[in-house]
């Protein structure tokens, strides 16, 4: 079974969705960022997974990790 991809929340023209890397299309569109948050935090949970939030300007504003962090943390 392949690997789960992360999880990305990103703006749209007409909103906020979420997206695994390397998708063509979006799991998930919603009209505003703390709806697009909570759907993707959601998924990342379930999935084990990292959930990177970008900001408007579509840079990298905020990352969080559900799974397979090494406890504790290495380095």
Excluded: C, F, L
Excluded at 34 to 47: H, I, L
Aim: aromatic letters at 2%; zero cysteines.
């Amino acid at each position: 079974m392949a690997a789960k991809k992360n999880i990305h929340t990103t703006p749209t023209d007409k909103g906020w969705q979420n997206r695994r890397e390397d998708a063509g299309r979006a799991t998930s569109t919603h009209k505003t960022k703390a709806e697009a948050q909570a759907a993707g935090r959601a998924s990342a949970k379930k999935d084990g997974v990292e959930h990177i939030i970008h900001k408007k300007d579509g840079t990298i504003g905020e990352r969080n990790s559900y799974g397979n962090d090494p406890h504790p943390p290495q380095g």
